[in-house]
């Protein structure tokens, strides 16, 4: 017990490891007090004329849609049209029809806006004859928005591993590390005192963050609760390793943000491409994979496919903690 005292202040005074803790609580806290995202703008149609090209009736008519914005020259035209940031539709007179310019790299949405624009100005007399239903607009970027706030719980989860990678290493340049060698202390006492702090430290950021960010009900904050315990004990197991094959602490560092990096840029890619199959199994060997897919089904309110990535965590769980137990006592008997 004294020797799990000795590592928790030891991570108390470590502000790298603080900072790692608080970093997804500020961040949930900002996001709580924003409120929800408003990206229904991004979704608006912009469009570019040249001056004194367009009638200024023809001008009212594209203002109904989205907002016009009048250049002077050809260049600045175009240079508008190709500015990779925006979505820009670019529109000149064509007889007395219109046509339309982009770029090539905007959304589906946005292409498909501009091939219809012509045949919609055109009929536009006979659309004023018609009758009109508003229909709720859709936001096709909240989801990002969800996809967000899993993100930043999927780092919260996975910060043991920098809590005991960065623990391990400490101790390796302050010749702490010989000491331990040489204490009567079995193996498996060794792996619970490291375990221990960085799940403790994950668990709590994790859970302060989930507090923050979601209102769930019992039976679904009990199964979120299963997913932060057992993401938290994997990525403790993960920071073990680290912190045994890293020499230094630079090294420690560049093998922690790859880890990070992998945690979250798997998840979030398979998010956006809409993986399945094979490719779903296959990423289901990063951590991080089944702790995303599953706090993404708590919130959609999915309870079975919550309770498969829960099982697969705690096959994550089994496995991390049996390779790293046969490696720790091979290099011991070396």
């Not at 961040?27 to 200024?56: K, Q, R, T, W, Y």
């Not at 049209?81 to 979505?87: F, V």
């Not at 995303?292 to 496919?305: E, P, Q, V, Y």
């Amino acid at each position: 017990m004294k020797g799990l005292k000795y590592q928790l202040k030891s991570v108390l005074r470590d502000k790298f490891c603080l900072m790692t803790f608080l970093l997804p609580i500020l961040v949930a806290v900002a996001l709580n007090f924003m409120g929800s995202i408003d990206l229904s703008s991004l979704g608006e149609l912009h469009f570019s004329i040249l001056e004194n090209d367009l009638p200024p009736q023809t001008i009212t008519w594209l203002e109904r849609y989205g907002p016009v914005t009048a250049y002077g020259t050809q260049e600045e035209l175009a240079a508008a049209i190709k500015e990779p940031s925006t979505n820009v539709i670019g529109v000149k007179a064509d007889g007395d029809s219109l046509k339309t310019a982009v770029s090539g790299d905007e959304l589906d949405i946005f292409r498909q806006a501009a091939a219809t624009l012509p045949a919609l100005y055109e009929q536009r007399k006979n659309a004023e004859q018609a009758e009109v239903q508003v229909l709720e607009r859709p936001d096709i970027l909240g989801n990002f928005q969800g996809i967000f706030i899993s993100a930043v719980l999927i780092v919260a989860m996975f910060m043991g591993c920098t809590f005991n990678a960065m623990n391990i290493i400490s101790e390796k340049e302050d010749g702490v590390a010989f000491i331990n060698e040489i204490l009567p202390m079995t193996p498996s006492q060794y792996i619970f005192q490291k375990v221990v702090v960085g799940f403790l430290f994950g668990s709590l950021s994790s859970l302060v963050t989930a507090c923050i960010c979601f209102r769930l009900s019992w039976q679904n904050f009990g199964l979120l609760l299963a997913l932060i315990v057992l993401s938290s004990f994997v990525a403790a197991l993960i920071g073990l390793f680290i912190g045994k094959l890293s020499e230094g602490l630079m090294i420690g560092v560049v093998y922690i943000k790859i880890v990070m990096l992998v945690f979250i840029a798997v998840p979030i890619v398979c998010a956006l491409i809409g993986m399945s199959g094979l490719l779903t199994v296959i990423c289901n060997i990063v951590p991080s994979q089944p702790a995303f897919d599953g706090i993404m089904a708590l919130s959609t309110g999915n309870i079975k496919a919550a309770v498969k990535d829960i099982g697969i965590l705690a096959v994550h769980g089994i496995a991390w903690f049996v390779l790293y137990v046969l490696w720790h006592k091979r290099h011991a008997t070396q």
